[in-house]
């Protein structure tokens, strides 16, 4: 049978697209969309975890510094008025002491105790900032009541000193920015500075 051939018969082929189009988007789109969607959540995923760590770690450090800048500011602040106080001690008079102490004498003696008194104390931890500065605004009034009044030359200069030492710690917190400053400090358990 190999040779004999009763016919031949054609055949067009004319491949139909119209739906084409339509078809191929059925089943490509809810694929290309669920790939969409995984890789947007990925993507998105990889961001909130880096922003999320970028935000602790910014804050970590933050609070690091900032703790270890107001340890500085409430440290310099407490050795300042220190020195101060040290220095008005200084130049206060010393108080006569027995049967021919006067009246004063005596307040002499009340005011230098009560210096050293605020010398010796740790401010922010002991007394507030607020409260070490209005003690410390009272004993000025006094001394320079105290130089007014007395008699003595040695008393009115040295109480003029002591005075203006104590007018320079004023003069200093008010420089910080033109108005009264209140400085707050916080010590934890850890005897470290905390924030408030």
């Known amino acids: 049978m190999a040779g004999i051939s009763v016919g031949s018969v054609s055949v067009d082929v004319v491949p139909d697209v119209s739906t084409f189009a339509a078809d191929l988007r059925a089943k490509l789109v809810p694929v290309a969309d669920q790939i969409g969607r995984d890789i947007g959540q990925r993507i998105s995923k ?4 880096s922003v999320g760590r970028g935000v602790s770690d910014g804050a970590r450090a933050a609070q690091g510094n900032s703790a270890r800048a107001g340890d500085s500011t409430g ?3 407490a050795d300042a008025f220190k020195a101060r106080v040290a220095a008005a001690l200084r130049n206060l008079p ?3 002491v027995g049967l021919d102490a006067t009246e004063a004498d005596a307040e002499l003696a009340d005011i230098r105790a009560r210096m050293e008194a605020l010398r010796d ?5 002991d ?3 607020d409260e070490a500065l209005a003690e ?3 004993l000025k009034l006094r001394v320079d009541e105290l130089g007014a ?4 030359i040695d008393v009115q200069v040295d109480a003029a000193r002591a005075s203006a030492e104590l007018a320079a710690v004023r003069a200093e917190v008010d420089a910080l920015d033109g108005r ?3 400085v707050n400090v916080d010590v934890g358990e850890s005897g470290g500075a905390g924030q408030r």
């Open 180 to 182: 009264t400053a209140h």
């Open 121 to 125: 104390v740790r401010v922010g931890v």
């Open 75 to 77: 440290g310099a602040f």
């Open 136 to 138: 410390l605004d009272r």
């Open 94 to 96: 010393k108080p006569r």
């Open 46 to 49: 990889q961001i909130s975890d």
């Open 127 to 129: 007394l507030s900032a």
């Open 149 to 152: 009044r007395s008699p003595n």
